[in-house]
């Protein structure tokens, strides 16, 4: 039975990882129903966080009595803009339900068992490998600021760029990229990047072409160029410019064109970023992904913002053809995930 756990509650976590990104305040939560040893239903938090992963997988009209439930965050029991989860959990007569981490939110916290247990429904925390699972979402709870995962391409020798060809890694490697996109609701970069390599910093994979997280563009001096391409592809997406200009010319080109431009005082220091890192958090935007050059990752990495840095490395030198060495960088780095 330890061994059906183990696949019912994997099966649960690999529905939500599905919507990392996509559920704006709450968390992606994924719900299995079993009965009889089979899976008779299951559920995903819907996308911008309502209705919640047990409602989806218990909304169908199927017989859930003395069924189990094998849940990653244990169910609310708290009324917010929807009911709570335990109400439909009772009203359906599961059984048994089964879950991988306590929900932080002080009014979920601990609830769900003591609430159900009044009804003799059986709630129980099981052991589970997704240990950083919720990482993003317990930051979010704990410091009201954004999780930061950052993204690097390197050569063999080092160097972030290629001055004779667009790309540094290979196919393969970019395409992995795209998939790591799909899991954030929004890309950092800086204008320098963008205007170097015209990006579109999206997610280019079949299947996966809408999920575009946002943009935010960090142009403290209001460098970014009028005619890129990112600004072709406004549809599903927002760009936003955080700045320290007062140019209000190209302030208002920028705004013709539907970018939210977001003042800075300055942005220098430890307390700088945390400002910036506030108002980012403050337009609803949870989960950031950095690909930026080495500058802005480098202070980042030095304010210890970063939780992961993806480290994408190519098997080519580039020697003389090469700039932008990151070996100090990554020497001083402690978030490398590889």
């Not at 068992?113 to 925390?125: A, P």
């Amino acid at each position: 039975m330890k061994r059906n756990h183990n696949l019912f509650s994997n099966l649960a976590f690999n529905l939500a990882e599905h919507h990392l990104g996509k559920t704006k305040d709450n968390p992606s939560v994924g719900c299995v129903i079993v009965k009889n040893n089979s899976v008779i239903s299951s559920g995903v938090t819907s996308k911008n966080g309502r209705p919640h992963a047990e409602y989806n997988a218990l909304i169908k009209k199927y017989n859930f009595k003395d069924s189990s439930m094998y849940v990653t965050l244990e169910p609310c029991s708290h009324f917010g803009i929807t009911p709570p989860c335990t109400n439909i959990i009772k009203r359906k007569g599961i059984k048994k339900i089964y879950f991988g981490f306590y929900d932080p939110d002080h009014r979920s916290y601990k609830r769900a068992k003591k609430k159900l247990n009044k009804f003799k429904i059986s709630v129980n925390k099981i052991h589970t490998k997704k240990k950083d699972f919720y990482e993003s979402y317990f930051i979010n709870r704990k410091f009201q600021r954004p999780f930061i995962d950052a993204k690097l391409a390197i050569s063999n020798d080092y160097y972030t760029i290629n001055n004779n060809a667009k790309w540094i890694t290979n196919f393969r490697s970019r395409k992995v990229g795209h998939l790591l996109r799909s899991k954030y609701d929004s890309i950092v970069s800086t204008s320098k990047t963008i205007n170097n390599d015209n990006s579109l910093l999206n997610c280019r994979i079949e299947g996966l072409e809408n999920n575009r997280p946002d943009l935010l563009i960090i142009d403290r001096h209001l460098k970014l160029k009028k005619n890129l391409r990112i600004f072709k592809i406004s549809k599903n997406r927002k760009t936003y410019i955080f700045t320290t200009s007062q140019d209000k010319k190209k302030i208002l080109f920028f705004r013709s064109k539907k970018i939210k431009v977001i003042k800075l005082k300055k942005l220098d220091n430890k307390d700088d970023f945390k400002t910036l890192l506030e108002k980012i958090y403050k337009i609803g935007k949870r989960r950031l992904l950095i690909e930026s050059g080495l500058k802005f990752l480098t202070k980042c990495l030095e304010f210890d913002l970063v939780s992961n840095l993806y480290l994408f490395k190519s098997n080519s030198n580039l020697k003389k053809k090469g700039s932008n060495n990151s070996s100090i960088l990554l020497k001083n780095s402690r978030k490398l995930v590889k």
